[in-house]
């Protein structure tokens, strides 16, 4: 008879997958909870203990750490030596193993979970006999997944065992699920104990993409179950095409940028830089400024709300071509309005909270690891002789907030909560400044600046008052400040250093 050890902690479907087994000639052996649980079910069942003929101890610390259990799963079939090995020590086969882990990700996420809980659900066993039933893959079927008993009913049915293909790669899902398990236990351990010397990283397939920034580059999306605010993997889609590479970098970066508010806000966004974003007192009003602010770029951008977009909204919407509408929620009519355009993204995001990603970015032979831009200064202090109004004041930090998610070089125009111009990624900081005052036109006077970083030279300022800007926030710190400072008194601009840069590589 064959025999199958069955021990696991998510114990949906099992008992009907026992019985499965049992259909097919198995002797079931099983442990602890799930031998109660089986024979509930009314299935026969051997206990651990019966079959090793040792009791379980130390609180079922050990149960399955025993020599008929592991020679059982590792001796080879084809060996001589090994068969009389067993016979001599009457140890059995063990045909097939169904383990899964003790719950150590879900631990770490209960809220006042205490260190002591969280060490009590490290498995021990569990992987032990995974990694031994998958080493001998070449006779031994290992099941750690749910979704796998119906493909080995289904070859169990048809050819009265499983085959070596689907055994090696249920072995191979063993080594990932393992070096998963394993990855979060000492990235636990590192975060206690302060240390910093190996990075153990973990991500799960979410998504095969249809290629990468372009047509010839292979891409996949993974994700992390770490609890992040507005993580994309929590976004519900209501409708539309699957998110490729580009989009998915896109919808992340209009999610930062909406993380940074608090109030009602608008965010279009393209190729990963804001091209409008404006607070509004209604959904409406602040979709309306946002695309005011450039309605040129867009077209084919992303756009992100925190709040539920109404039919009025959604008419507005429609008219232009969007790639990617995110947002708290939809009225059941704009829905509709929004859904008559089969190709747009649609998404439901969750609501926003204090838990922001490490940022990890790939190099050649290596990442960079970082921690989540989430402050916006460390001061305002007014340096010039010209002070700043309430009202100005206010627009300065709705600008300081923005210019730090647009790609370095920055320079952002901003009037009223709405952004008037914006100049991304250039080599020198005045070029930026001209990008910016070029989109913005009339619209740069009266408004405000924000830089990601100080001003080398005074040149960026001397622009600033050609366009008749009235108030400049950026980080300070630069050997020639003064200058800056007195080109902003020679021209009655008021200035803020905020003494934190935002540089976005």
Same mark, same amino acid.
């Given at each position: ?26 002797? +079931? $052996? ?16 051997? !206990? ?5 003929g ?35 020590? =009457? ?20 809220? #006042? ?8 659900? +490290?498995?021990?066993?569990?992987? !032990? ?7 001998n ?13 119906? $493909? ?19 072995? #191979? ?6 070096a ?10 590192n ?15 979410e998504?095969?993409?249809r ?15 770490? =609890? ?69 770029? +867009?077209?084919? #951008? ?17 008219? $232009? ?26 998404y439901? $995001? ?40 309430e ?5 300065l930090?709705?600008?300081?907030k ?21 100049? @991304? ?15 913005? #036109?009339?619209? @740069? ?18 622009? @600033?008052?050609?366009h ?14 003064? =200058? !800056?400072?007195?080109?902003?008194? =020679? ?15």
């Open positions: 008879m064959k025999r199958a050890l069955i021990s696991v902690s998510d114990k949906a479907g099992v008992a009907d997958f026992a019985k499965g087994l049992v259909a097919n000639g198995f002797e +079931i $052996i099983s442990t602890g909870g799930t031998l109660n649980h089986l024979r509930e079910a009314g299935v026969d069942c051997i !206990s651990i203990e019966d079959y090793t040792f009791p379980e101890i130390l609180e079922g610390r050990v149960k399955t750490l025993h020599p008929k259990v592991h020679g059982g799963l590792l001796s080879k079939r084809d060996n001589e030596s090994h068969v009389s090995e067993l016979k001599a020590n =009457e140890i059995g086969y063990i045909d097939l193993i169904c383990v899964n882990l003790y719950p150590f990700a879900e631990t770490l996420a209960k809220e #006042g979970v205490s260190h002591e809980e969280i060490i009590e659900n +490290i498995d021990i066993g569990g992987p !032990s006999m995974l990694r031994s039933a998958a080493k893959y070449k006779f031994v079927t290992v099941v750690t997944d749910k979704n796998d008993y119906e $493909i080995i009913f289904k070859e169990l049915e048809e050819k009265g065992e499983t085959c070596l293909e689907t055994r090696q790669r249920l072995a #191979g899902k063993v080594f990932n699920k393992t998963q398990y394993d990855c979060l236990i000492a990235s636990y351990f975060k206690i104990n302060g240390t910093e010397e190996t990075l153990n990283l973990t991500f799960r397939l998504d095969e993409l290629y990468g920034e372009n047509p010839h580059q292979k891409a996949a999306f993974y994700v992390s179950d770490e =609890e992040v605010s507005y993580a994309l993997q929590d976004c519900v889609q209501l409708h539309g095409k699957k998110m490729s590479y580009n989009n998915i970098q896109d919808a992340s970066a209009a999610l930062d940028i909406l993380q940074e508010f608090d109030e009602t806000v608008c965010v279009g966004l393209k190729h990963m830089n804001p091209c409008g974003v404006a607070t509004g007192k209604t959904v409406f009003e602040a979709w309306e400024r946002a695309f005011e602010a450039d309605p040129v770029s +867009i077209f084919g #951008g992303i756009v992100a709300i925190n709040g539920t977009i109404d039919k009025e909204t959604a008419e507005k919407m429609h008219e $232009i071509f969007l790639e990617i509408i995110l947002a708290y929620d939809y009225e059941d009519e704009a829905l509709e309005i929004l859904e008559k355009k089969k190709n747009v993204r649609i439901k $995001i969750p609501k926003k909270t204090d838990k922001n990603p490490k940022l990890i970015k790939s190099v050649r032979g290596g990442i960079l690891v970082q921690d989540y831009d989430d402050k916006v200064y460390e001061k305002l202090e007014t340096v010039t002789d010209t002070k700043v109004s009202e100005d004041l206010k627009d930090e709705f600008a300081n923005i210019v730090k998610h647009v790609k370095s070089n920055a320079i952002l125009l901003a009037k009223d909560g709405q952004t008037v111009g914006v100049g @991304a990624g250039q080599m020198n900081r005045v070029g930026a400044a001209e990008i910016a005052f070029k989109q913005a #036109g009339d619209k @740069a006077k009266g408004a405000v600046l924000a830089s990601d970083a100080f001003f080398p030279f005074r040149d960026s300022v001397d622009e @600033a008052a050609k008749d800007i009235k108030a400049i926030i950026q980080p300070g710190g630069s050997i020639r400040d003064q =200058e !800056s400072i007195d080109a902003c008194n =020679e021209n009655g601009i008021a200035m803020v250093f905020t003494g934190m840069r935002h540089f976005k590589h």
